[in-house]
């Protein structure tokens, strides 16, 4: 994967306060990642910087759309981008990823990569089942729903004769 120097933030000439930064993502910021799943992505990224001198709090916010297939029917559809995170960068003695929201970088460093969490923050705010929204809502006109709706089980219904009796006695409960 080939890195953007785009998404290098130089901290080391930042005074401390908050500091504001602006990224415009589309499809080709995924395809360094080799990641497929998006026909299309259009998501404007803004962070909140704010550096401390002991430590740096990242505060990323992500709107906007990535276009999608539906995992019914294979539609496509643009499935709406907005969501939120939040990053510590602590300094320590040596570099220390294990937590998700702590990074811990070496003293003497000068720059982070922020392209990283913004990957995983727009890719986590895909569901892992990609449902058109025309489905719940009966506007979506397909011919994989159709037949779908075609080859669905039929529900059998007994007769109440052929019900159970002992279970008669209990519905008569519910009546009363």
């Not at 727009?122 to 892992?128: C, D, G, K, N, R």
Request: proline content about 5%.
């Amino acid at each position: 994967m080939e890195r953007s120097t785009e998404f290098m933030l130089p901290f080391v000439g930042l005074k401390e306060g908050v500091h504001q930064f602006e990224y415009e993502i589309e499809n080709t910021f995924f395809k360094n990642y080799d990641f497929n799943d998006f026909f299309s992505a259009k998501v404007k990224i803004s962070l909140a910087f704010d550096k401390k001198s002991t430590l740096m709090n990242l505060n990323f916010k992500a709107e906007g759309s990535v276009e999608v297939a539906c995992d019914v029917t294979d539609e496509r559809f643009d499935f709406p981008i907005n969501t939120t995170y939040d990053w510590i960068i602590k300094f320590g003695d040596e570099y220390n990823n294990d937590n998700d929201e702590i990074l811990i970088i070496p003293h003497g460093s000068y720059e982070i990569d922020v392209a990283q969490p913004i990957y995983e923050m727009i890719v986590l705010a895909i569901p892992a089942k990609i449902e058109h929204p025309g489905i719940a809502d009966g506007t979506l006109k397909s011919d994989i729903l159709k037949k779908l709706e075609e080859l669905q089980p039929k529900e059998r219904l007994l007769p109440e004769e052929e019900s159970d009796p002992r279970w008669n006695k209990l519905k008569d409960l519910l009546k009363q």
